[in-house]
């Protein structure tokens, strides 16, 4: 023991020492209050992304209810649009064709009063060849 010096010095810590370990002290809870008053600050973005990532799905849900209620909408009047279109062609297939008959009908009036006319008159000059022989 002789070799570590006085014993008297031995029981005190040098000064220069102690002030070196009060900086470190000091330094290590200065970065202790800065990094724990980030990560409340971090934690507080956390949560208010939590609520708004909440949010967006609670809205993104509706949004989805409200597509797939415009999409069986939209579906009813595209199945609407076809009945409307198929009675469409219908009646107007119906209009033709009342139409075509309304053309050919006088017309074949004509043509049968004309046939009967002429078939009286061959009958009437077959009857008269027939009588004056």
Request: hydrophobic residues 40%; positive net charge; aromatic residues 6%.
């Amino acid at each position: 023991m002789v070799g570590l010096g006085n014993s008297c010095r031995g029981m005190k810590s040098p000064s220069l020492l102690v002030a070196a370990l009060m900086a470190c002290i000091i330094v290590l809870g200065f970065n202790y209050w800065i990094a724990s008053s980030r990560s409340v600050d971090l934690q507080g973005r956390i949560m208010e992304l939590e609520v708004k990532v909440h949010r967006a799905a609670v809205e993104r849900g509706a949004v989805e209810l409200k597509k797939n209620e415009f999409q069986g909408e939209l579906e009813k009047q595209r199945q609407q649009i076809d009945k409307i279109q198929s009675l469409h062609s219908f009646q107007m297939e119906n209009a033709n064709r009342v139409h075509q008959e309304e053309k050919v009908g006088p017309f074949l009036a004509t043509v049968f009063c004309e046939t009967v006319v002429y078939q009286d008159t061959l009958y009437s000059r077959i009857k008269l060849l027939k009588c004056s022989s």
